[in-house]
T-cell receptor, first 113, second 118 residues
């Protein structure tokens, strides 16, 4: 069975701190895709990144970076120099086909000024 | 380019009633997926439609159904509502091709329809 675990339910940081959101997944598939989505208070999930299981290169996009490690089945997300606008719930998700994704329970990030 | 549009945004129903939610995908997107979000269960996949055909289905009772029209607009219906059906229902569309050939899609989500069952 596929499963995504985000052990951190809530994280609170002060602006400009770095913060890492953890994501651990379980799957027996050899080909799969991992995602991160952001859900601000408005409710609409916003896509951040997709990685496939064959691409373990870490990725950096501005203040965001992702660390994918197949050996530990983890796909962690780091926000550098956090800002108040980063406050949201962040979801890690796993899928292998189409629009069916298995989401983690989410991590609520609160960035205080 | 308009995003994914869901209507209605909010609605209140009573137990035993039925409800229909609508989703208009991004123009050109042929794949539409539906998710239920609750505080207890989180985000759970309901079903996916591609070119008017249901391609995938989550683990929900038969009271939950959906369909997709030729213009890719989709509707989902919940019959005989229960208190536990209170949730945010999210629709997402994708430009990817047939699900069996495109891997897991990048989904663009709508703002959701918040259903309260009393």
């Amino acid at each position: 069975a596929q499963k995504v675990t985000q052990a951190q339910t809530e994280i609170s940081v002060v602006e400009k701190e770095d913060v890492t959101l953890d994501c651990v997944y379980e799957t027996r598939d050899t080909t799969y895709y991992l995602f991160w989505y952001k859900q601000p208070p408005s409710g609409e999930l916003v896509f951040l990144i997709r990685r496939n299981s064959f691409d373990e290169q870490n990725e950096i996009s501005g203040r965001y970076s992702w660390n994918f490690q197949k050996s530990t089945s983890s796909f962690n997300f780091t926000i550098t120099a956090s800002q108040v606008v980063d406050s949201a719930v962040y979801f890690c998700a796993l899928g292998n086909q189409g629009g069916k994704l298995i989401f983690g329970q989410g991590t609520e990030l609160s960035v205080k000024p | 380019k308009a995003g994914v549009t869901q209507t209605p945004r909010y609605l209140i129903k009573t137990r035993g009633q039925q409800v229909t939610l609508s989703c208009s995908p991004i123009s050109g997107h042929r794949s539409v997926s539906w998710y239920q979000q609750t505080p207890g269960q989180g985000l759970q996949f309901l079903f996916e439609y591609f070119s008017e055909t249901q391609r995938n289905k989550g683990n929900f009772p038969g009271r939950f159904s959906g369909r997709q029209f030729s213009n890719s607009r989709s509707e989902m219906n919940v019959s005989t509502l229960e208190l536990g059906d209170s949730a945010l229902y999210l629709c997402a569309s994708s430009s990817a091709g047939a699900p069996t050939h495109s891997g897991a899609n990048v989904l663009t989500f709508g703002a959701g329809s918040r259903l309260t069952v009393l």
